[in-house]
């Protein structure tokens, strides 16, 4: 069994609440909106694996270091991982294609800073929007999510509210 933590859009923020709710996770899966490599530098000194793909405001050093998409597998889930993807139903043609192509179990992408999670009929895949973990966007409450990966069983899956914005 692997724990997961997922989070997004941190904008170069990254506190202890953050690092408190991850130290214990086997891998991290960074959705996007780095911000700077300060933030992937910490999360990379935790004992988990990290995974992480750029996003709209990351500069060309995080890009150098990571990719627009991820796709891999953890246990017996296949998962896919980009920012910028929309919502189930409103996908745009490159992540229709990176879906179709890979067909994961789970599809992660951050970006609207909305936490969202929904099973997708269309692909039979659950979508996992973790918000935002980071104070700068207009949400209201900062939010990461963790998840458990037992072969291919997806269980306890949660969101963790990480205070105010």
């Known amino acids: 069994m692997k724990q997961i933590g997922i989070l997004s859009d941190t904008h170069s923020y990254l506190d202890e609440r953050i690092i408190e709710h991850l130290k214990d996770c086997d891998e991290i899966w960074h959705a996007g909106d780095i911000g700077n490599a300060d933030v992937t530098d910490r999360l990379g000194q935790l004992p ?6 750029y996003g709209n405001i990351d500069d060309g050093e995080i890009r150098k270091e990571f990719d ?13 991982m980009t920012h910028i993807a929309g919502r ?9 294609e990176q879906v179709k192509l890979f067909k994961p179990k789970i599809f992660v992408c951050g970006h609207s800073h909305i936490c969202l999670v929904q ?5 039979n895949l659950i979508h996992i929007n973790p918000g935002a973990a980071g104070k700068h966007g207009f949400h ?7 998840l458990d990966i037992d072969g291919i069983k997806l269980d306890n899956l949660r969101i963790v509210e990480l205070g105010n914005r």
């Open 68 to 80: 627009l998409n991820e796709a891999f597998q953890v246990e017996g889930v296949k998962i896919l």
């Open 140 to 146: 209201k409450k900062r939010t990461l999510i963790k």
């Open 48 to 53: 988990a694996k990290l995974r992480a793909v």
């Open 119 to 123: 099973h997708n009929k269309e692909f």
């Open 88 to 96: 189930p139903g409103r996908y745009p043609p490159r992540v229709r």
